[in-house]
């Protein structure tokens, strides 16, 4: 029995390419929404984790199509699972920000 080889030596760069884009974009949203004006403010802030799902989303299913072609799986959701992670923190990160402006 072999051991499973990557069918792209690249995956890797693939992974952390797609992890930092996501985290880059998510937290950019959430920054330039915390110093934007209160309407554009909860859009960008409420943008900003849902981003961050979709590129978890992405990544679970790159995973399954690996994962179908007998690739290397495992790295894929790994990552999926550090962006799910983040998009956790971002949600809780943000929705003091959205409760505040709807008390003022």
């Known amino acids: 029995m072999t051991s499973p080889t990557p069918q792209n030596s690249n995956d890797f760069r693939a992974i952390v390419i797609h992890v930092a884009i996501t985290v880059v974009l998510g937290l950019g949203l959430l920054l330039i929404g915390l110093a934007a004006s209160e309407s554009v403010q909860n859009v960008l802030v409420i943008a ?35 962006l799910l992670v983040f998009f956790i923190v971002m949600l809780f990160n943000s929705a003091p920000v959205l409760f505040e402006s709807n008390t003022e």
Not at 66 to 77: D, F, H
């Open 48 to 82: 900003s984790p849902v981003v961050v799902m979709i590129g978890a989303i992405a990544m679970l299913v790159r995973a399954y199509r690996v994962w179908k072609s007998g690739g290397r799986w495992q790295m894929w959701q790994g990552g999926a699972w550090f």
